[in-house]
C-alpha cells in the first residue's frame, strides 16, 4: 500500500461527499449532477446573445400584430358603419323612427397586444329622435333590446350560426301595422334558423310557420302552465288567431284571422 496515494483517495472521497451534501444528491448520481449544472452554465454564458435574439423576435412579432390590429381597425369601421346604418333603417320598420343605432371602436387602454385587436366595440342607440346615443345595455328597455336584436339579426342575416334564437317582448308598444312588420322580419330570420317568440298579437303570431298555446291555470295554491302546439286543419289557427284578437267566435275576429294567414 501506498500511503499517500491512500491519503489522496480518501480526501477525494471525502470532497465527493461534501458535494453530494451540498447539492442534496446521492453520491451515485453526483455525475448526472454535474452534467446538469454544466448545461445551466452553457446556457448563461450564451444569455445576451439569446436576450438579443428574443427581443428582435418581439420586435417583429409586435410589428406584426400592429399591422394586422390596423387592417382588422379598418375592415370594423367600414362594417360598423355599414351595419349601423342597416340597424338604424330597420329599427324604423319596427316602429322606432327617427331611432339611431352606432357601432362605437373605443381604443385599448394600454398598448399591451390583445388578442381581439387594438380596440373594443360598444353598441350605442337612440331610441327616440334628438337624443344623443348612448350604450344599448344601459338605455333599451326590455321590448326596444328585443326589437333591437331582432333588427340586428335581420341586419346580418346568414353570417350568424346561431341554430335557434328566442324572443320575448319584441312586440312590447307596438301593434298594428308594425306588429305585421315584426312578424314579417321574424318569419325572414326562421328561413335560416329556429326562431321562438313569444307573443300577444296576433299580426305576429299569424306569420309563424307553427304555433303553441301557452296557458296558465290556478290549481288550489299552484300555478300550472300548459303549452300545446296547434295541430291540423288552418280552421285551428284561424281559431287561435281570433281568440288572440278577442272573441273567437265573433265573425269579424274569424274574418280578420283569415286575412292575416292569408293565402
Do not use: Y
Not at 438579443?52 to 390596423?70: F, P
Not at 303553441?212 to 291555470?217: A, F, G, N, R
Amino acid at each position: 500500500l501506498d500511503a499517500g496515494e491512500l491519503a489522496t483517495l480518501e480526501s477525494q472521497l471525502g470532497h465527493w461527499h461534501e458535494l453530494a451534501r451540498r447539492h442534496r444528491v446521492p453520491l451515485i448520481e453526483l455525475q448526472e449532477k454535474s452534467d446538469t449544472l454544466q448545461q445551466e452554465l452553457d446556457r448563461l454564458r450564451g444569455s445576451g446573445e439569446t436576450l438579443d435574439r428574443l427581443l428582435a423576435e418581439q420586435k417583429t412579432a409586435m410589428s406584426d400584430w400592429q399591422k394586422a390590429a390596423a387592417g382588422l381597425s379598418a375592415v370594423r369601421q367600414q362594417a360598423g358603419e355599414q351595419l349601423g346604418a342597416s340597424v338604424s333603417a330597420l329599427m324604423a320598420e319596427l316602429g322606432m323612427a327617427g331611432g339611431k343605432f352606432v357601432v362605437e371602436l373605443e381604443a385599448n387602454a394600454d398598448t399591451i397586444p390583445q388578442l381581439h385587436g387594438a380596440e373594443r366595440c360598444e353598441f350605442l342607440v337612440s331610441a327616440n329622435p334628438g337624443q344623443p346615443p348612448r350604450p344599448l345595455r344601459k338605455v333599451a328597455s326590455g321590448g326596444e333590446l328585443a326589437r333591437i336584436s331582432l333588427a340586428i339579426e335581420v341586419a346580418t342575416l346568414g353570417l350568424d350560426p346561431t341554430p335557434t334564437m328566442v324572443f320575448d317582448e319584441v312586440d312590447a308598444g307596438i301593434g298594428g301595422a308594425i306588429a305585421e312588420v315584426v312578424g314579417q322580419k321574424l318569419r325572414a330570420l326562421g328561413k335560416g334558423c329556429q326562431v321562438l317568440c313569444v307573443t300577444h298579437l296576433p299580426q305576429v303570431a299569424a306569420q309563424a310557420a307553427a304555433h303553441l298555446v301557452v296557458t296558465k291555470d290556478q290549481s288550489g295554491e299552484r300555478a300550472v302552465v300548459r303549452i300545446e302546439p296547434i295541430h291540423g286543419t288552418r280552421k285551428a289557427r284561424v281559431t287561435e288567431l281570433a281568440r288572440m284578437l278577442g272573441d273567437r267566435q265573433a265573425r269579424s275576429a274569424q274574418r280578420h284571422a283569415e286575412e292575416l294567414l292569408g293565402g
